[in-house]
Antibody, heavy 121, light 110 residues
Framework: EVQLVESGGGLVQPGRSLRLSCAAS????????MHWVRQAPGKGLEWVSG????????GYADSVKGRFTISRDNAKNSLYLQMNSLRAEDTALYYC??????????????WGQGTLVTVSS | QSALTQPASVSGSPGQSITISCTGT?????????VSWYQQHPGKAPKLMIY???KRPSGVSNRFSGSKSGNTASLTISGLQAEDEADYYC??????????FGGGTKLTVL
């Protein structure tokens, strides 16, 4: 059974940093691209970032480019999102999602339950 | 990276069919057959319903179908059921390893 478990969320002040993690199991992690998708309270889904199976292809939404860094450790079956210079508008539930493809171009066939990030002073 | 355009809400009676549109540009929807649709019930994670414009994952009802014409993709749900009431989001590949979602459509089953 595929499982994606996010962690690392919490309350953080504007301008500070936070690192999210996603532990994956139930599939061959290094065969697939992975993504972070967020959802602000009461709002729609927003794609944040995606990374290919070998970290060779990475993409970011314009809203986070230059502030967020996605990475993965295939030996640990883990996906990460380093979030710097956080803003109030980054407040959201952050989902980890598995791609159906090895490159970050496909579809999200499995999702975690999300970890909540709240940016507030 | 502008969000794809979806109607804010649609509604239909049980047994009827509804269609949700998703309009993008020639840089995303119009350039790639990589449009997907997600269903999200309140408080739950999204669920993949359609991928690569018109393919259904295993376990998804054949009442759900997808299509695309030019820069607009569509999701059609036939034989509406109460359990279909949810938010629906389209998503497209937008080049350079980026993706873009639509704003979401709230489906109400009357």
């Amino acid at each position: 059974e595929v499982q994606l478990v996010e962690s690392g969320g919490g309350l953080v002040q504007p301008g500070r940093s936070l690192r999210l993690s996603c532990a994956a199991s139930g599939f061959t992690f290094d065969d697939y691209a992975m993504h972070w998708v967020r959802q602000a309270p009461g709002k729609g889904l927003e794609w944040v970032s995606g990374i290919s199976w070998n970290s060779g292809s990475i993409g970011y939404a314009d809203s986070v480019k230059g502030r967020f860094t996605i990475s993965r450790d295939n030996a640990k079956n883990s996906l990460y999102l380093q979030m710097n210079s956080l803003r109030a508008e980054d407040t959201a539930l952050y989902y980890c999602a598995k791609d159906q493809s090895a490159r970050p171009v496909g579809d999200f066939d499995y999702w975690g339950q999300g970890t909540l990030v709240t940016v507030s002073s | 990276q502008s969000a794809l355009t979806q109607p804010a809400s649609v509604s239909g009676s049980p047994g009827q069919s509804i269609t949700i549109s998703c309009t993008g540009t020639s840089s995303d929807v119009g350039s790639y057959n990589l449009v997907s649709w997600y269903q999200q019930h309140p408080g739950k994670a999204p669920k993949l319903m359609i991928y690569e414009v018109s393919k259904r994952p295993s376990g998804v009802s054949n009442r759900f179908s997808g299509s695309k014409s030019g820069n607009t993709a569509s999701l059609t749900i036939s034989g509406l059921q109460a359990e279909d009431e949810a938010d629906y989001y389209c998503c497209s590949y937008a080049g350079s390893s980026t993706k873009v979602f639509g704003g979401g459509t709230k489906l109400t089953v009357l």
